[in-house]
């Protein structure tokens, strides 16, 4: 019998080497008690939180929880359902108003997760015969789309508005064209150049969906994303998004004004054939996303966090995905996976919890360590991070 999981033997053969060295496993942490939306006890051990996407620290707001506990006590802990059939409670419709207030647009969906609103969208537009030009260090989700809908796909060069506009002038006349971008990329926490990016896909004729998963809840005047900030969301055909980062909770959804949308609801299979999010679940995201509005305070206090981090680092002498910084995510660059998941484990031993990633979900075969800092991190914090960072880089090796 052929062995179907043969084809892992390598990566399994690397994380036993990684193993065998005594280092702890950073894929499989677990938080025994979760604090607040910057601290958790881990292995035992108090610990600041540095790798939890939680940009706005929602998790813990008291509105937000007493919603979900609410909804709860109303409507159960599930609704058994897809969306089409007896799976839409009154909850899913007040959150996709929220969604629509929010981005002040006509159309909202809202799905299980963020991966499958990327699924759902992305493959059905855009299909057989359809060309979809992308980003090549675009989302595991934007990709599996693609699939889905067994559209043609076109990588350009990441950031690259000259590669991007050659890639459209090559894709044959008439046919159907789609640009995905991305707000923030996850991995190296840079920034897309939409404004320009937008107005090359336009002139050539090309719908627009940009993936603002990473900036909603922070960046832009309203924390609409970078759409908003580069001044370009009305130009912008769909933008998909995530409640598991700024809004603190799970779910996946998508905001648009064709005058179209709504058919998606009865031939999105992603959405169609998947049971529904639990009323507590959307409850807790309508009432994050309506607090999101007013978070003004919050975003610059981020910002503050964000820059302040930034600088300290490199001070340090680490490596780091960004020139300056770009959002509330900044990329620690390591030499290789052994060092990286050494630095990993030293920050840990320290009482700091970081994402240690590696290839392939990384851009040039890239080992890094990702910090997603949090708007209530306090500036204590952030000097406890920047000492934790030194005390481990020196006794990893990583800085001098």
């Not at 609410?70 to 599930?78: C, I, P, R």
């Amino acid at each position: 019998m052929t062995d179907l999981l043969s084809k892992f033997d390598e990566l399994i053969e690397t994380r036993e080497q990684l193993l065998s060295t005594g280092l702890t496993d950073p894929f499989n942490l677990v938080m025994d008690e979760v604090v607040s939306p910057t601290v958790a006890i881990c292995n035992g051990k108090r610990t600041i939180l540095l790798g939890t996407y939680n940009y706005m620290g929602m998790t813990f707001d008291p509105d937000v929880i007493a919603a979900g506990k609410q909804a709860l006590d109303d409507y159960g802990s599930g609704t058994t359902g897809s969306r089409v059939l007896n799976g839409t409670y009154a909850g899913h419709k007040a959150c996709e108003e929220a969604l629509k207030d929010f981005y002040a647009m006509d159309h909202a969906m809202v799905f299980s997760t963020g991966y499958q609103a990327n699924l759902g969208i992305i493959s059905t537009i855009a299909g057989k015969d359809d060309y979809i030009i992308l980003d090549i260090d675009s989302h595991a989700s934007i990709y599996d789309g693609c699939a889905l809908g067994n559209a043609q796909i076109v990588p350009f060069r990441h950031n690259d508005v000259g590669a991007l506009e050659k890639r459209l002038k090559r894709i044959p006349e008439g046919a159907g064209k789609l640009v995905i971008l991305e707000g923030v990329y996850s991995m190296l926490g840079d920034i897309a150049p939409l404004k320009e990016m937008v107005a090359v896909s336009k002139a050539a004729g090309a719908m627009v969906l940009v993936d603002e998963a990473h900036s909603m809840g922070f960046i832009g005047e309203n924390g609409r994303g970078v759409a908003e900030a580069q001044g370009v969301i009305n130009d912008v055909d769909f933008i998909i998004g995530t409640f598991s980062k700024s809004v603190g909770t799970v779910g996946g959804f998508c905001v648009s004004n064709h005058p179209k949308f709504e058919i998606l609801r009865l031939v999105c299979r992603p959405y169609v054939f998947t049971a529904s999010l639990p009323p507590s679940v959307v409850a807790t995201a309508a009432t994050s996303i309506g607090k999101l509005r007013h978070g003004a305070d919050k975003r610059a206090h981020l910002w503050k966090n964000s820059k302040k981090l930034h600088a300290g680092l490199k001070a340090l002498g680490f490596t780091l995905g960004t020139d300056a910084p770009q959002s509330a995510i900044i990329a620690v660059i390591m030499s290789d996976l052994e060092k990286g998941a050494a630095m990993w484990e030293a920050l840990l031993n320290e009482g700091l919890y970081v994402n240690l990633a590696r290839p392939p979900a990384t851009p040039g075969n890239m080992t890094l360590l990702r910090c997603s800092l949090c708007a209530e991190h306090s500036d204590g914090q952030v000097d406890q991070i920047l000492g934790m960072f030194e005390v481990a880089g020196r006794a990893t090796g990583c800085i001098g």
